[in-house]
């Protein structure tokens, strides 16, 4: 190895250790929202974490790194003792993390809008143990999530008049009281205009009363008895905004201008990206550049008709299953029915009731979406199956080369998991593999892939990002991962994984992944636990 690699390796490392400890500050920062934490303990915790980051960013020349820090301690030189930060001073503070957090980014993150673990709406705890609270707490921590532990129902319906959170975990008898849980939660409805999702807990009462009662004042889920902290983090994940519905895409063709305008400002309205086209000889072009999810298709056009048109589209494998609905003010039900035997869904009468048309575009796309899941996710993480996940492997090469732009692809493989499997059971072990899903979901972009490999690999395609930026990313998420407590029953334990990286070469898919296997097996016998870039 030469002095210059030897000289950037070493800078890599040293870049690595002031990200990690601008991490540990921001992780710090997240303690503001748990009122179990002390003002004291707290401001000592961030004072010392943030020292030391400046430390390390001035000793590596790490200059956005280090201003930044050396305004948190400022600030913090303002909080005095032994006492809460007033709001002025919390939102100070917020706008410095929220710099420190952009200054930690990779470089191709700047115009990412995806959320960041301590801007999340908050999602509070009401358990009658306060260590539990607590431990739940760490653990939603590691996974992104904001919480905070109330102790009275007093104190949390005056948290959520201040704060709706995004879902609430609460014991049936939070309160001391058989069932007062519930009856805070009933209260607590009545104040906010649309319902709080909530998860109730209960050790002692599993009865079709209880279970109706909760149900009918929000509650999505009823775990009798209480399950362990990581199938309870699955079930938050999902009631949060973090899953935010993507817009439909839909493909509109009428040769009527005014008539496609009007469906654009009917879709856009209702929350959809619409395309428009005129003219049925552009269709191929528009399947191709938008990639629609629904078809709208004019059924009588000058030169072809709508029918013609969607056996053209049927005869492209992958939108073989888009839904076609026609719109014509063909009233003929024997002739509607034929439309659809020829690659339509639906038939929609002109003129159409805005309402009646955005909610068969629901309904049609719900079901796609479903339906597409099944055949490119894999059932139990969620994530994109190995074929999919290969689709958009060249996808994304594609794109490189035209954008000439980096490329990363990395696999990982959970250590030891096999001995998991056979000491903790099964199903533990399928909690890991989602458990790592999530992980992975929460902290890369949404312009990145994750994909279920095989077994326990796991893949991920990381567009736009310098390969020094994704070993930093990956070793931040390793770390963070092996400090992640797993629970079976009344045992605990902790999983690692090893990662290999390659780099887009411009050569081709096949090549990418190999090589990202030969690190990945250099990662293996290097000891397990560690990242390894593939230097060819």
């Given at each position: ?349 002109k003129p159409v009731d805005p309402k009646h048309l955005i909610a068969t575009l629901h309904n049609r796309g719900r079901r796609a979406r479903s339906l ?165």
């Open positions: 190895m030469n002095d210059e690699s030897q000289k950037e390796k070493l800078r890599q490392h040293f870049a690595r250790r002031v990200t990690t400890q601008a991490r540990v500050v921001l992780d710090t920062w997240q303690k503001i929202h748990d009122h179990t934490v002390q003002p004291q303990t707290l401001r000592d915790g961030l004072l010392s974490a943030t020292d030391k980051l400046v430390r390390y960013a001035r000793r590596f020349e790490m200059d956005s790194h280090a201003n930044a820090g050396d305004r948190i301690l400022g600030l913090l030189a303002d909080w005095r003792p032994n006492t809460p930060l007033s709001d002025s001073q919390r939102h100070t503070l917020e706008e410095a993390m929220e710099n420190l957090r952009q200054s930690t980014q990779r470089r191709s993150d700047q115009n990412d809008n995806t959320p960041h673990p301590f801007r999340r709406t908050p999602i509070y705890l009401a358990f009658t143990d306060e260590e539990a609270a607590a431990r739940m707490i760490r653990q939603l921590e590691f996974f992104g999530f904001r919480a905070s532990a109330y102790t009275s129902p007093g104190a949390l319906m005056e948290a959520c008049a201040l704060n709706k959170p995004e879902t609430i975990l609460i014991d049936v008898n939070f309160g001391g009281e058989t069932s007062a849980g519930i009856a805070t939660v009933e209260q607590l409805q009545q104040q906010h205009d649309t319902p709080i999702p909530i998860i109730f807990m209960s050790e002692e009462d599993g009865s079709i009363e209880t279970r109706l009662r909760a149900s009918r004042c929000g509650g999505e889920e009823f775990f009798f008895p209480a399950v362990d902290p990581g199938q309870l983090i699955e079930k938050i994940e999902t009631y949060t905004h973090g899953n935010t519905v993507e817009p439909y895409r839909v493909l509109v063709l009428d040769d009527s201008r005014a008539q496609a305008k009007y469906m654009e400002t009917v879709l856009k309205k209702a929350g959809m990206n619409a395309h428009i086209i005129t003219d049925p000889m552009q269709i191929i072009n528009a399947l191709e550049e938008f990639s629609p999810e629904i078809i709208l298709l004019d059924m009588y056009m000058p030169g072809c008709t709508g029918m013609e048109i969607a056996r053209v589209i049927r005869q492209q494998d992958k939108f073989h299953s888009v839904p076609i609905i026609y719109l014509s003010a063909e009233d003929d039900v024997g002739k509607q029915l034929h439309a659809m035997s020829l690659g339509g869904d639906d038939f929609l009468t597409l899941a099944l055949m490119i996710r894999d059932s139990l993480t969620g994530l994109f199956n190995h074929t999919h996940t290969l689709h958009l492997l060249e996808q994304e090469i594609v794109r490189a080369r035209q954008k000439d732009q980096p490329l990363c692809f990395a696999m990982i493989d959970l250590d030891y998991f096999k001995k998991v499997n056979d000491t903790f059971g099964h199903p533990i072990g399928d909690r890991i593999l989602r458990s790592l899903s999530m992980f992975l979901k929460q902290r890369l972009r949404k312009t990145d892939h994750i994909g279920r490999y095989g077994g326990e690999e796991f893949a991920l395609i990381l567009p736009n990002t310098r390969p020094s930026d994704a070993r930093n990313v990956l070793n931040e998420i390793r770390e963070r991962f092996a400090e992640l407590t797993q629970e079976a029953g009344d045992r605990h334990f902790k999983v690692t994984f090893s990662c290999g990286l390659a780099a887009w070469q411009d050569d081709s898919s096949q090549s990418l992944c190999e090589r990202a296997d030969r690190a990945l097996y250099v990662s293996k016998e290097h000891g397990r636990n560690c990242v390894t870039l593939d230097e060819d």
